[in-house]
């Protein structure tokens, strides 16, 4: 997702933060702010949800 998607914009480099949520060498879950205290399963979901109507809101 990060270097392979150049036609939507590139987001190569800086934080991790940016993907919403990552996990970390460790094991541990990062969550964006607003999605903290939530299962990592239930923010996958909601995501793959709310994706379809954020690519669709882009003005090709």
Known sequence: MEYGTQSLGSIKG?????HIMY???SGEWRLA???????PQAVWERLRAEL???LTALSW
Request: cysteine-free; proline content about 11%.
């Open 14 to 18: 800086g934080s991790a933060a940016k």
């Open 23 to 25: 996990r970390r060498n």
């Open 33 to 39: 702010a607003p999605l903290r205290g939530m299962e």
């Open 52 to 54: 379809p109507r954020e």
